[in-house]
């Protein structure tokens, strides 16, 4: 229950007897309070530089990701890149190959844009039957931003792309040069060389100066530190697209360049390891993205997934981010079994997880979607479900 | 005169809209490699296994295990034949497609701290003997530009285009 008048129980305080102190003085970068304590998952590692730390997104309001808790998935550390120093170069099949210094960039026409980023090893331990105890730790590995920077379209006309030039290998200046092959197609109309983040310069964990961004698709391509564009005729199958981020069939044959995010969503409320302390009202709600294009509909069932209603989504619903959805709910105090299902504007509706593995079996390691249920106890316990 | 300066104002103009320069050729070779998978962009070089095996020793061994069985890092060896089985391995031997690829991912990424240190030499020698360790060459094999490009993978057929959207609703 809530307490109303926290404070009073003992011997009220007349009004000039209130203790008052004096606040802090102004400060030229903020923080936030020392009561919030909301964090990305981080683990003992030997090697701490690669790996990922997940979004505390049951925690987070609205659909922007604040860019200190924004997932990372980095491959051998942050870099510390002076911007001053930090340029881009543009090769191979192009006219006239150039390097832009981030000052050059910045003199070009810019957009900002809301999109979703998500991790293609994002919710990689729901394949398993151990699935993930809660939000964070199974759906984290995605984030979502207001991002800043220059059409990818506006730079490449600069160059000027030669007839047969069909992909890009982007590189990185992280320490391991990380390189994604990237096609060339109108997918790309919406792609950015992003320098801003949120109202800021990007954070050195998404990339700063300057990443790729390609909304809608997985994190792994959508390279950071960006620091060079060769312009090829084929993909180049670099480690990244094939040891990594391809999924697996049964079969023993592997997809590559399976880019997409597609439609997901999941509730952040009531959601595993929560508590309600009681029956009565509650809101649920949660976060809906597709790669697609925008999220039409979400359903959110209380029974298992034998009932479904729609949930109201915030506006306005912008393409390729996350959309909130809220539900008004009174909980009768009895067991529950709640999850959320995402339709996307394609018409593509996201499948359950038996769904998902009865396709592509159990060793697909990437881009699972599936629906996530959650469990609520007659005691308010809210628990995942395991497969 | 007149003509002359219009002529130049109109260069500055073009000059000022100009956004970006052109890079000199030595510095386009700073940048570094970006290595295709018919072996496309290979530097010069050579290396052998028993080379590589010293190497490997030296500088991978701490991560990758003295055998490249895995530890820290992933295994680098084995797996073939598992990878439609429950429990897939998946290494250089049994999964990447490409020998260059190997090339290229080792002389951009490692060792893990070291990044970039490797001498083109080097990086053939540990390339031949984890390809040796893999049984895809002969111990006295001779790996540069031209052998490398020609090694044939066990797994080069194993990659398959997007197919999705897959699942269909019961």
Redesign the interface.
Known sequence: MLQLGVGLGSGMLTRAQELRTLGKPLSGYGERSPYVKAARTTRQS??P??GSSASPLAEQYGILTPSALHYERH??GVPAIDPAQHTL?I?GLVN?????SMA??K??PSVSRIHFLECGGNSGSEWQPKTGVDVQRSYGLASCSEWTGVPLRTVLE?VGLKPEAKWM?A?GAD???M?RSVPLGKELDDAMLAYGQNGEPLRPEQGFPLRLLTPGWEGNIQVKWL??L?V?A?P????DE??KY?D?????????????Q?AKSVITFPSGGQRLPGAGRYEVTGLAWTGRGKITRVEVTFDGGQTWQNAPLDAPVLRKAFTRFRLPWVWNGKPAAIASRATDE?G??Q?TRE??I???GT?SGFHFNGIKVWNIGADGSVTHVEA | MWRLSLLLAGALRMAAQE?????EAA??RQ??L????DGKGLPAGKGTPAQGRELFSAKCARCHGEKAQGD?GPPLVGGQGT??T?K?L?TVGS????AP?VW??VH??MP?DK??TLAPDEVYSLVAYVLFLNGIVPENATMDAKSLAKVRMPNRD?????????????
């Open positions: 030997k090697t530089e690669a491959h051998a170069l090769h006239r190959p150039l390097v832009f050059d960039l003199r070009l600069l290998i590189e320490a391991c040069r390189q620091r060079r060769h090829t084929e180049y199958y670099v480690r094939t040891s391809s697996l069939m049964p079969d023993g044959k592997a997809r590559v360049f399976t880019l997409m597609e394609s593509y509706v499948p769904e998902l009865a396709v592509r060793n | 956004v970006g320069r052109a890079p510095e386009v940048y570094g970006t290595i295709a998978p820290i990878l439609a429950k897939p998946k999964f990447w497609p490409y690829t290229d991912y951009r990424a893990f990044a970039g194993g990659f398959i285009p997007d197919p999705r959207p897959d699942v269909k609703r019961k």
